[in-house]
């Protein structure tokens, strides 16, 4: 892989965190965590990522609002952005794709199918 990728992790689930980062880690990744919307926004400011994997339902801002932010900041526009919710309607998944979501994973999930997404997902933007 080249030089470590830089992933955030955005998500309230302490549990799903950690496995995350333990398994992102152990495949070379580096991981940064944000635990509710705004502490995304702050880091997505302040660091060069390559992707973001992002819950919908969080506290402060939602995964919704931040992938809406993330669009329209010509500096995010293209970061690749992965939705890990358990919200599975067709509403919201449709909304996440049509605000700019590049996938969309519906929890309960498999790590390692995230895993092979996120690492298509950032291979392909080098």
């Known amino acids: 892989m080249g030089q470590s990728k830089t992933?955030?992790?955005?998500?309230?689930?302490p549990l799903?965190?950690?496995?995350?980062?333990?398994?992102?880690?152990?495949r070379g990744f580096t991981v940064l965590v944000a635990r509710d919307g705004g502490e995304a926004l702050e880091i997505v400011g302040r660091h060069s990522l390559h992707?973001?994997?992002?819950d919908a339902m969080m506290p402060v801002i939602d995964g919704y609002?931040?992938?809406?932010?993330?669009?329209a900041d010509p500096a995010t526009a293209d970061l690749p952005v992965i939705m890990l919710t358990a919200r599975k309607a067709e509403h919201d998944i449709v909304t996440?794709?049509?605000?700019?979501?590049?996938?969309?994973?519906?929890?309960p999930?498999?790590?390692e199918e995230l895993i092979m997404?996120?690492?298509?997902?950032?291979?392909?933007?080098?």
């Not at 799903?16 to 152990?26: K, N, T």
């Not at 992707?51 to 992002?54: E, G, I, N, S």
């Open 7 to 13: 992933i955030l992790i955005c998500d309230d689930d």
């Open 96 to 107: 996440g794709l049509e605000l700019g979501a590049n996938d969309y994973v519906v929890k």
């Open 109 to 111: 999930f498999i790590p």
């Open 65 to 71: 609002e931040v992938l809406r932010r993330l669009r």
């Open 51 to 54: 992707a973001v994997v992002l």
């Open 16 to 26: 799903l965190v950690d496995l995350l980062e333990f398994r992102l880690s152990a």
């Open 117 to 126: 997404r996120l690492s298509r997902l950032v291979g392909a933007r080098n």
